[in-house]
């Protein structure tokens, strides 16, 4: 951790994740994780644990149902494109309880974007997974309703949240060599 990284996140917070990393530890059975601070990534919000997506569905199942974790809230479950690197899933859960906040990440390989479908652990992840199948054409194995939400149902090799997408490069171009107005 950087000197920058401790002056964003207080000594409260990193003693709280650092309980909350061993409460992990000594309550999720037999599902490897890596607290991802390690790997550079810092969140003054959340701690951030990297998961196989093998053992994504394991895991977050025993978030759930650990009384002594109970992570019962879906905040939010999205995608991170890393162009060649593949994408990541990003589970945000919270627990109700316990007012702890945890960040899941799991990597899949542009050869392989598929992943087991969270909806058996929360309902909520239904249109999470929806929105993310479309945006990013990851599969979410064993989905309820793989329909599309937001694009035509005919539109099935567009995903217009991959940096390979045909306007990606049009909006990152946007707003270049603008200089700001002098006066409002």
């Not at 490897?32 to 810092?42: A, D, I, P, T, Y």
């Not at 569905?57 to 939010?76: D, E, H, P, T, V």
């Not at 589970?91 to 992943?115: A, G, M, R």
């Not at 490069?169 to 006066?183: C, F, K, R």
């Amino acid at each position: 951790m950087t000197e920058e990284d401790n002056n964003l996140i207080d000594k409260e917070t990193l003693k709280s994740f650092d309980a909350l990393h061993s409460l992990l530890l000594e309550n999720i059975q037999d599902v490897n994780f890596l607290r991802v601070e390690q790997e550079g990534q810092l969140s003054p919000v959340d701690l951030i644990v990297r998961v196989d997506k093998e053992n994504i569905n394991n895991f977050l199942m025993q978030l759930r149902n650990n009384s002594n974790l109970s992570f019962n809230y879906l905040r939010c479950l999205t995608g991170i494109d890393y162009a060649t690197d593949g994408i990541e899933i990003v589970y945000q859960v919270y627990s109700i309880d316990n007012l702890f906040n945890l960040t899941v990440k799991s990597k899949l390989s542009n050869d392989d974007l598929c992943i087991d479908s969270a909806t058996n652990v929360w309902k909520g992840a239904n249109w999470y997974e929806r929105e993310t199948s479309e945006m990013f054409g990851v599969i979410f194995n064993n989905h309820p309703d793989p329909r599309n939400l937001l694009l035509p149902e005919d539109m099935t090799d567009v995903f217009p949240l991959r940096k390979s997408h045909p306007l990606a490069e049009i909006e990152v171009l946007q707003g270049e060599d603008i200089e700001p107005s002098g006066g409002i």
